[in-house]
Nanobody, 129 residues
Framework: QVQLVESGGDSVQAGGSLTLSCAIS????????MSWWRQTPGKEREGVAA???????AYADSVKGRFSISKDNAKNTLYLHINNLKPEDTAMYYC???????????????????????WGQGTQVTVSS
């Protein structure tokens, strides 16, 4: 069974940086597509970054140029590097993985959280102005 554990969330001031980590176990790390999402109370889950098997990436318009997704195959860990944090980045951040057929956003399609099977429990990021 695939297990995902996020870490690295914190309370930071605007303009700061964070790196979120997602430790992945129980699955075929090198054969899945991966992603980061965020959610605030009362709002739908929003996709922010996705990573394909061949290194292709996709980012939400609101985070382009500030967020970067990467992975370390040796550590079975997915990362989200966040620069120039803004108060509107405040949210619970989740990592999610699945077969790449669940990731149409990587090829110009929509961000569809309901298509992805495996999710972590989230890590909170709070940005103060």
């Amino acid at each position: 069974q695939v297990q995902l554990v996020e870490s690295g969330g914190d309370s930071v001031q605007a303009g700061g940086s964070l790196t979120l980590s997602c430790a992945i176990s129980g699955g075929t790390f090198n054969f899945n597509c991966m992603s980061w999402w965020r959610q605030t109370p009362g709002k739908e889950r929003e996709g922010v970054a996705a990573l394909g098997l061949d290194g292709i990436t996709a980012y939400a318009d609101s985070v382009k140029g500030r967020f970067s997704i990467s992975k370390d195959n040796a550590k079975n860990t997915l990362y989200l590097h966040i620069n120039n944090l803004k108060p509107e980045d405040t949210a619970m951040y989740y990592c999610a993985v699945d077969l790449c057929s669940a990731f149409p956003m990587l090829y110009g399609g929509r961000w569809e959280p309901g298509r992805i099977a495996h999710w972590g429990q989230g890590t909170q990021v709070t940005v103060s102005s």
